[in-house]
């Protein structure tokens, strides 16, 4: 949530609407306790 509160997370949406996975991947990988298997599962319940 501190990520989001933040706002190191507002550029997502943009990366989704683009089809950047490896973007959007990387970005969720920057938040603690995230790695690419969550971020993975994360992409795939957001399409």
Not at 4 to 13: R, S, W
Not at 15 to 43: E, Y
């Amino acid at each position: 949530m501190q990520s989001v509160v933040a706002g190191k997370l507002d550029v997502l949406p943009a990366l989704l609407a683009k089809a950047d996975q490896p973007g959007a991947t990387q970005l969720l990988c920057t938040v603690k306790g995230i790695g690419p298997k969550v971020a993975s599962n994360a992409l795939m319940l957001m399409k």
